[in-house]
């Protein structure tokens, strides 16, 4: 049984980092091109950065560009988001996922950012 499991969310002020992690069981992320999606309140779930199955491509959403960095650890099977510079419109609950959404999607992670 696949399970996700997204955790490192938490309160933090503007300007602040956290570092997010998504652990995956059941299933071997080196197969896997995979991100993390975001979804605000009242808003659709959107991509915010993938990484290449190498871990050698990244990509990110534009307005994150500088200030979050997305890596794996293919030897603990997990994926990370180091966000730093964290601004409020990046308050949203975290998921880890393919682009196709090919893994269960976890619980997510809730990230709030307010001073």
């Known amino acids: 049984q696949v399970q996700v499991v997204e955790s490192g969310g938490g309160l933090v002020q503007p300007g602040g980092s956290l570092r997010l992690s998504c652990v995956v069981s059941g299933f071997a992320l080196d197969y896997l091109n995979i991100g993390w999606f975001r979804q605000a309140p009242g808003k659709e779930r959107e991509s915010v950065s993938c990484i290449s199955r190498s871990g050698r491509v990244t990509n990110y959403k534009d307005s994150v560009k500088g200030r979050f960095t997305i890596s794996r650890d293919y030897a603990k099977n997990t994926l990370y988001l180091q966000m730093n510079d964290l601004q409020r419109e990046d308050t949203a609950v975290y998921y880890c996922?393919?682009?196709?959404?090919?893994?269960?999607w976890g619980q997510g992670t809730e990230v709030t950012v307010s001073s």
């Open positions: 996922n393919t682009l196709a959404g090919f893994l269960p």
